[in-house]
């Protein structure tokens, strides 16, 4: 804003002009605001390409998403997709899975975008996962050191990741621009090449609002970012078998085979006085797993070889993954879930399991 004008000490003589009409006065005053205007020119470009006929008015820009040199582009997730519930799951996931390999360290994350840009939590993360030290500085308030370890960081995730075929959909200058697309991307990367004990919610896409400078006009343009796709694809399994088909193509059909897997179990549960209703939550413990195989095999399985009231996650996945090997151990092939799917309550992977107990068993008695 301008400073006031110097004021003489002996008042002027009042004088009627033409510029004292409504519109002098007007004209007056956008004059003495034209340098006000001209410092907050490029927020409201931005403001206008946002709220352009491309863009939703909705959209919630910043003063540093639209202060751009000439050609450079910014990214931002439009607000309807922050509020997508799926989108919120995913965030949380993260930054619950991040606090969870990082609880010794005492970090605690809370917000993505601004804890991690700096690099200092994703080497930390990096190397709790990896097994191994990060040559960089521990600590860098400088923007240079910082890039510096991101690029460290980065090019070890890199290294990691390359052989596998991902294609790299984050760089030094998106993290460290705390751009939360990027951020995420990597996050969720590096979950599924360390098969975190995280179960990431499956379809999750947002639309980007990318804003463009270009001859000193902001452009701005939509795009649908995907974020996750299919735990099987995620994790590599590329396979699809008939339970992709019933739950993509015939949902009216999967209460008619649930039903048929829960009189299956229940045929030999109720043995031991055991009932089963749900399958995605009973089984998520791997302890009706475990005493089903037994059931199945005509064995007693010793208590001390799985938690018969598990009360943390690894338990239960140490309860799954048992009883995957007494399923081995029976002649049957190994099972296309992992143990973490299953305690994480996907239904797709559970039916997956009882499913290779029943085409074995449905003739025993």
Known sequence: MSSAPLRSPTPRPHRMKKDESFLGKLGGTLARKKKAKEVSDLQEEGRHAINSPMSPASADVHPEDTLLEENEERMMID????????????????????NDVLVEERIIVKQ?????????????????LAGYKL???????????????????????????????????????????????AILHLLVALAMHFRAPIRLPEHVSVQVVVVRKREGLLHSSHVMEELTTTTEMM???????????????????????????????????????????????Q????????LLMGLLEDYFVPLHNFYLTPDSFDQKVHNVAFAFELMLDGGLKTPKARPEDVVNLDL???????????????DLE
């Open 348 to 362: 797709k992977s559970t039916l997956r399991v009882l499913y290779n107990l029943f085409t074995k068993y449905k």
């Open 112 to 128: 993505l975008e601004e804890d991690l840009y700096d690099g200092q939590v994703l080497q930390k993360l990096l190397e709790k």
């Open 79 to 98: 607000p309807t997709s922050k509020d997508d519930p799926k989108f919120k799951e995913l965030v949380k996931v993260l930054i619950d899975w991040i």
């Open 283 to 290: 089984f998520a413990d791997g302890v009706y797993l475990v």
């Open 135 to 181: 040559n960089v500085a521990e600590v860098t308030q400088s923007e240079i050191g910082q890039k510096q370890k991101l690029q460290t960081v980065l090019e070890a995730v890199h290294g990691l990741l390359r052989p596998h075929g991902r294609a790299l959909q984050w760089t030094v200058d998106s993290i460290h621009g705390k751009n939360l697309v």
């Open 235 to 281: 994790m590599g399994r590329f396979e699809r078998d008939a339970f992709d088909t019933l739950f993509d193509h015939a949902p009216d059909k999967l209460s008619v085979v649930k039903k048929s897997l829960i009189t299956f179990v229940n045929k030999h549960l109720n043995k031991l006085n055991l009932e089963v209703t749900e399958l995605e939550t």
